[in-house]
T-cell receptor, first 114, second 113 residues
């Protein structure tokens, strides 16, 4: 296993609610990226955090926000949930040393919005 | 924006047959990564290719990166039932932010014993 952990594993919310997902990165890694994977699709990049700051963002609205903490763990927050937000949310940790990064994925959080 | 296309979408093979999935990018990539995702699981990193024309092997798996760094392939020789899953390529272009891996839609492989 990668050593990347995510919580919770599953979550059911209703439309309009807010959700917080958590990720602990692999020991020694300083960067966390978040992805959304809809059923039957490839993961889509939401954003990346490096040294507690956002370091790149995909095509997601501002109601998707995040944090990275001094221990490099991270949170993904989604406000005003919509039905289409139902997906597997993956975090991936990596070590940013200026070159190509290899990202290691956690097991994901399956979110269902009703 | 950058797009990564992967074909075929599905592949059904008899155990022992070979399998190949192809990945094409609309832009030149700085590197490409391959992942395998088992049903109900999460993507597991297989390999990263960085150099133009690079070829890497892992036992029965052979990975290639095109000369123009816009395409890649994964070939599995003599498939086994343990190879079942969805194979994704993910590329990063020179213009994108460091973390922005663009994934293809994947090729779902099923292997009949």
């Amino acid at each position: 296993e990668t050593g990347v952990t995510q919580s919770p594993t599953h979550l059911i919310k209703t439309r309009g609610q807010q959700v917080t997902l958590r990720c602990s990165s692999q020991s020694g890694h300083n960067t966390v990226s978040w992805y959304q994977q809809a059923l039957g699709q490839g993961p889509q990049f939401i954003f990346q955090y490096y040294r507690e700051e956002e370091n790149g963002r995909g095509n997601f609205p501002p109601r998707f926000s995040g944090l990275q903490f001094p221990n490099y763990s991270s949170e993904l927050n989604v406000n005003a949930l919509e039905l289409d937000d139902s997906a597997l949310y993956l975090c991936a940790s990596s070590l940013n040393v200026g070159g190509p990064e290899t990202q290691y994925f956690g097991p994901g959080t399956r979110l269902l919005v009703l | 924006g950058q797009q990564v296309m992967q074909i075929p979408q599905y592949q059904h093979v008899q155990e022992g047959e070979d399998f190949t999935t192809y990945c094409n990018s609309s832009t030149t990539l700085s590197n490409i990564q391959w992942y395998k995702q088992r049903p109900g699981g999460h993507p597991v990193f297989l390999i990263q290719l960085v150099k133009s024309g690079e070829v890497k092997k892992q036992k029965r798996l052979t990975f290639q990166f095109g000369e123009a760094k816009k395409n890649s392939s994964l070939h599995i020789t003599a498939t086994q039932t343990t190879d079942v899953g969805t194979y994704f390529c993910a590329g990063r272009d020179y213009g994108g932010s460091q973390g922005n891996l663009i994934f293809g839609k994947g090729t779902k492989l099923s292997v009949k014993p």
